[in-house]
């Protein structure tokens, strides 16, 4: 043997570059922390490992996974979407106000419509217009509210002689509620289109290389807006869900606290914040690991500020990981 064969045989059997070790942790980091938690509270609590503690857990996080799903999209195309809890707010009392009025099917239908045109909204102002993302998503999360306010009036909006409007949440199916199916339904649909179609290929382009992406033909701003308008009817969905399942809804529905929720399990999964890089599982695997951080607590009795606590150094050792695995890489 040759020192060429030898050299390549050492090659073949050479262990990951730094940067490819970097990148491989990224890629399944979140998974050993959310399996530790997850034995973890299932020894310390038993409550916790139950049919019925983890389909509660599901049912509750629907609306987050499928906002969030749609919003690691958002991010692997390079923006960012801070209106999804306002528009949350605003298809859930659009929905609940027309349910009062005419059927649950067509409440249900104007809800979504509202976040579409929203996230098209979002969409036409971040790219036709050229406005940063943040702020352009912001603004808008300031309207969105508005306009809640105003369908409501400021009171609370009660369906409960609606009992129909509460069917796309609550019905069960095979012991699970229509919810969790929507949730995973959803999130599937999604997962497939970043991972197997070209509109999820070009969301990675844009977001890694804008321009090198406009080079290679992808046309960057059409698939941003794409983004915008998915995350938008995602975030309409997940307020109608959840006013279906309670039969009411009100224009300031912890709107502040979803978007930073939805944000902080995408960046947890490995998303990163600066485009380019994510996947739809991870940020599933993100957002339940919060929730599970958050049930826990529950059940063992702890106080809820250290969940605050605990979410505000997870989101910045999440963050600090993406800056220095990139700094690695280049």
Request: glycine share 12%; hydrophobic share 55%.
């Amino acid at each position: 043997m040759n020192n060429s064969d030898v050299t390549g045989s050492r090659a073949a059997l050479a262990l990951p570059s730094g940067a490819g070790m970097v990148s491989m942790l990224r890629k399944a980091g979140i998974v050993w922390p959310f399996l530790i938690l997850f034995i973890v509270l299932s020894v310390a609590s038993g409550p916790f490992f139950s049919k019925v503690n983890l389909l509660d857990i599901l049912d509750q996080q629907a609306s987050t996974l499928i906002i969030a799903a749609a919003g690691t999209m958002v991010l692997v195309a390079g923006c960012i979407d801070l209106s999804v809890g306002a528009t949350y707010a605003l298809a859930g009392v659009t929905a609940t106000e027309l349910a009062l009025h005419t059927s649950p099917f067509l409440a249900v239908v104007a809800g979504v419509a509202t976040g579409l045109v929203v996230g098209l909204v979002n969409g036409v102002v971040a790219t036709t217009f050229r406005i940063n993302s943040l702020i352009a998503t912001l603004a808008m999360s300031f309207v969105v509210s508005g306009l809640a306010s105003l369908v409501t009036s400021g009171n609370l909006i009660i369906a409960y002689a609606k009992p129909g409007f509460a069917d796309l949440a609550r019905t069960v199916f095979l012991s699970v509620n229509t919810s969790t199916w929507t949730m995973i339904a959803v999130v599937l649909l999604f997962g497939l289109v970043l991972s197997r179609t070209a509109a999820g290929r070009y969301m990675y382009a844009a977001g890694s290389n804008a321009d090198a992406a406009r080079l290679a033909g992808v046309r960057v701003q059409q698939t941003r807006l794409l983004a915008f308008v998915l995350s938008g009817g995602a975030a309409a969905l997940g307020g109608v869900i959840d006013a279906s399942r309670v039969l009411s809804a009100q224009a300031s529905n912890g709107e502040t606290t979803l978007t930073f929720t939805v944000l902080a399990g995408i960046v947890v999964g490995g998303t990163s914040i600066l485009g380019g890089e994510g996947a739809i599982w991870r940020t599933v695997v993100g957002v339940l690991f919060i929730a599970l951080i958050g049930n826990g607590s529950d059940l063992l009795g702890l106080n809820p500020l250290y969940d605050q606590i605990a979410l505000g150094v997870i989101l910045l050792l999440a963050v600090g990981a993406d800056a220095w695995s990139r700094l690695r890489v280049t």
